[in-house]
């Protein structure tokens, strides 16, 4: 995501290295070529003049201060633009009712039932809700057995009609159900087209009006650019959504709907869809999102997603096995598991600031601890409790039962008993009286 214009801003911002201070001449080179990355990267053409537009009077406007580079300035300025670009702050989802409606629309394949499942398992992990999902797309082959599987797989009940043909009448229907149920949030799930058509805006319009939701999200695509940012301006004319959620941003995109949507429908985008998985749905920061397209990293997201998965009770457990020697493969294989919960683990490392960029062209498989689980569960009970009963004997027949190479074994060993004297270390760095005494 962004890789190609990340590299293209970093480029354009060395024109000004060097330079004593901004002026309207070597300016207009470095402009020039952020607006083509810009472009480039499909943000919409207006948008992006626009914004270098901005750009400029901003730098043009500001001295340069003795402990800021013109360069460097230029950055903290196209930052703070491309952030107020992306509508500056988060705009949080509204939940507020008895039950709460979000109505999701859409064109086909933009994934918006994968999504309504997404949004439902956030917002019954994270918010302690009680979400109904809603069947209302009537006509797509098996959309209604699809979302049973969405709403399965997240633990959510799942409303539906099949004899019905009229999406209103059912998410009317499923309204009264939820409340009956005691259930708090209903997302109704209805059906897409291949393009815009009356139709479908048509239908669309009359479930809005029917149900009165409390929010209504433009759920698009994100690979598909700037035809993204025109559907998005379509359904908004006719529908006038509450919000937009890009899916896909994981994917080959280059990043151009997530730039220009906001400006061109003048509607927040709320969440972006990471991955595949249903926990892979973020909340949209502009401003943390500013901070990874020009190569800043991430730190609070992966905090966030870090402290999303780790139990406090574990890690103080953790914290004292460590202090007192005794952890072992199993706890081992437990943070390897958490850590997978987080994402893919190529986006996590691109969080830190500086890491991203490193590695650009390394190709890291998330299958990369298959095989150190492989070997440890090839181990006994009191092998993985005890990591010192490693004799070759030992090694010979986990490698055997675990299809790796016996160097894998060793390699792994070796690896673990490094990692468990620098933990060790770590935590006597920690203890209050063996820090160095200041003078």
């Known amino acids: ?45 207006k ?121 209103v009448k059912i998410a009317k229907h499923a309204i009264e159900f939820a409340k009956k149920e005691g259930l708090n949030v209903v997302i109704v799930d209805t059906a897409g087209r291949l393009a815009v058509d009356e139709t479908m805006m048509k239908e669309i319009a009359a479930i809005k009006s029917g149900i009165n939701p409390q929010e209504t999200l433009f759920v698009v695509d994100a ?93 103080r457990k953790l914290s004292k096995k460590i202090a007192k020697n005794q952890f072992d493969y199993n706890d081992f294989v437990s943070q390897i598991q958490q850590i997978k919960k987080m994402g893919n683990i190529k986006d996590l490392a691109a969080m830190i600031p500086g890491v991203g960029k490193a590695l650009k062209n390394v190709d890291i498989d998330d299958n990369a601890f298959v095989g150190i689980e492989a070997i440890i569960s090839s181990m006994t009970p009191e092998e993985r409790e005890n990591p010192t009963l490693m004799i070759t004997s030992r090694k010979t027949r986990i490698a055997a039962g675990s299809g790796r190479g016996i160097q894998e074994v060793n390699r792994l060993v070796k690896q673990f008993s490094e990692m468990q004297k620098t933990m060790r270390l770590i935590q006597k760095g920690s203890k209050p009286g063996l820090r160095k005494k200041k003078h």
């Open 1 to 45: 995501m962004f890789e190609n214009l990340s590299e293209r801003l970093e480029k354009s911002f060395k024109i000004l290295k060097g330079q004593g201070k901004i002026t309207e001449i070597n300016i207009a080179e470095t402009l020039k070529d952020v607006r083509k990355a810009l472009l480039d990267a499909d943000v919409n053409y």
């Open 47 to 167: 948008v992006a003049k626009s914004f270098t537009s901005q750009v400029k009077e901003k730098a043009l406007g500001q001295n340069v201060l003795v402990s800021l580079k013109p360069n460097e300035l230029m950055v903290k300025i196209v930052h703070d633009e491309l952030a107020l670009l992306m509508g500056g702050e988060n705009v949080p989802i509204n939940t507020e009712g008895s039950p709460a409606i979000i109505l999701m629309s859409g064109l086909q394949g933009s994934g918006k039932t994968t999504f309504s499942g997404k949004l439902a398992h956030l917002l019954k992990t994270k918010q302690g809700k009680h979400p109904l999902l809603v069947a209302c797309d009537v006509y797509r082959p098996a959309a209604i057995e699809q979302l049973k599987v969405v709403g399965e797989s997240v633990g959510v009940p799942v409303f539906s009609e099949p004899e019905e043909k009229n999406p």
């Open 223 to 315: 690979m598909t650019g700037q035809d993204a940012v025109n559907t998005a301006k379509e359904f908004n004319e006719r529908l006038d959504f509450d919000g937009v959620v890009l899916t896909k941003l994981d994917g080959d995109t280059r990043g151009g709907a997530a730039i220009s949507i906001r400006t061109v429908v003048d509607k927040p985008i709320k969440f972006v869809g990471t991955g595949e998985k249903m926990d892979a749905l973020d909340l949209f920061h502009p401003k943390r999102m500013a901070d990874r397209i020009l190569g800043m990293g991430d730190i609070v997201s992966l905090v966030e997603k870090a402290q999303a998965q780790f139990d406090e009770d574990e890690a």
